[in-house]
């Protein structure tokens, strides 16, 4: 199969912090990993494209400098929400994509709570 | 750009009943296609896809789904609906550069009555 892996699989924390979630392949090896964001009842909203080894592409509207994302090897991504405010909690999801292929494979999803 | 319609917010199908979930996308080219299911508190999970070839794919769970390119659709479709398939479901377009950026539809919502 192929896995992917999230942690923390939820997590609070204050206003003002920063906050990291990692992504790991465990049995592929994913040369570009993507995350997401969902609101309640809403559907997953591309972040950003983030490729080993490479800066990450961000979509229109996320603030990079906001949202950290750093691809440093084949099976880890990492997501560093800075400063985290209320309105940047949310359910975090990643997905990776294998070295040679099309098909995404899903991260369990992070929910994030801002007091 | 891309973009996926799932018109249906909300169905309601009674158990051993058949069950279509409709999807429509917009894409220059002939796209690759994916359905995904999010069950609460778990990650989504890959029903099926389409890349090209037989329009007709089959996937896990009993699922299949047609690719119809003069209707721009992709409908998911199961025979016959066990209480486990409430949940949601996502159909999802995929860029066929290299990037394979993901546009996701709003999600149906299945809700399986006895």
């Known amino acids: 199969g192929a896995v992917v892996s999230q942690h923390p699989s939820r997590v609070i924390c204050k206003s003002g912090t920063s906050v990291k979630i990692e992504c790991r392949s465990l049995d592929f090896q994913a040369t570009t990993m993507f995350w997401y964001r969902q609101f309640p009842k809403q559907s997953l909203m591309l972040m950003a494209t983030s490729n080993e080894g490479s800066k990450a592409t961000y979509e229109q509207g996320v603030e990079k400098d906001k949202f950290l994302i750093n691809h440093a090897s084949l099976t880890l991504s990492t997501l560093t929400v800075t400063s985290a405010h209320p309105e940047d909690s949310s359910f975090y999801i990643c997905s990776a994509r294998r070295t040679s292929g099309e098909t995404q494979y899903f991260g369990p999803g992070t929910r994030l709570l801002v007091l | 750009a891309q973009s996926v319609t799932q018109p249906d917010i909300h169905i309601t199908v009674s158990e051993g009943a058949s069950l279509e979930l409709r999807c429509n996308y917009s894409?220059?080219?002939?796209?690759?296609l994916f359905w995904y299911v999010q069950s609460p508190g778990q990650g989504l999970q890959l029903l099926l896809k389409y890349f090209s070839g037989d329009t007709l794919v089959q996937g896990i769970k009993g699922f299949e789904a047609e690719f119809k390119r003069s209707q721009s659709s992709f409908n998911l479709r199961k025979p016959s609906v066990h209480w486990s398939d409430a949940a949601e479901y996502f159909c999802?377009?995929?860029?066929?550069?290299?990037?394979?950026?993901?546009?996701f539809g709003a999600g149906t919502q299945v809700v399986v009555t006895p």
């Open positions: 999802a377009v995929g860029a066929t550069d290299s990037w394979g950026k993901l546009q």
């Open positions: 894409y220059g080219a002939t796209p690759y």
